[in-house]
């Protein structure tokens, strides 16, 4: 199970700090995903997180400004949202998935309950 938290309503140029929380297994070998979904909007890749290496990958959109990383003592990985702008407005979602294989939406092994991010203009 994942349980993704930290979202909130925050200014434009601002910050947040979401967490996923894993139970029932362990983070180390899965890769993390984070994606997000904005109304009216298909659902979209932000970053990703590799168990084995730690290798991480943003979406364009988002590199630079977003950083993801892992704490395996608390089997928790982090998406930090820095320069926050209103076009990244979206509830946001943590998946797993088995293997060092990249992320994609469409091979996630487990999706937790999404946390919803608005940044105010």
């Known amino acids: 199970q994942l349980q993704a938290s930290g979202g909130g309503l925050v200014q434009t140029g601002g910050s947040l700090r979401l967490s996923c929380a894993a139970s029932?297994?362990?983070?180390?070998?899965?890769?993390i995903g984070w994606f997000r979904q904005a109304p009216g909007k298909e659902r979209e890749g932000v970053s990703c997180?590799?168990?084995?290496?730690?290798?991480?990958y943003y979406a364009d959109s988002v590199n630079g400004r977003f950083t993801t990383s892992r704490d395996n003592a608390k089997n928790t990985v982090y998406l930090q949202l820095d320069s926050l702008k209103p076009e990244d407005t979206a509830v946001y979602y943590c998946?797993?998935?088995?293997?060092?294989?990249?992320?994609?939406?469409?091979?996630?092994?487990?999706w937790g309950k999404g946390t919803l991010v608005t940044v105010s203009s």
């Open positions: 998946a797993a998935r088995i293997g060092d294989q990249r992320c994609s939406g469409r091979s996630m092994d487990y």
């Open positions: 029932g297994f362990t983070l180390d070998y899965y890769a």
């Open positions: 997180i590799i168990g084995s290496d730690g290798s991480t």
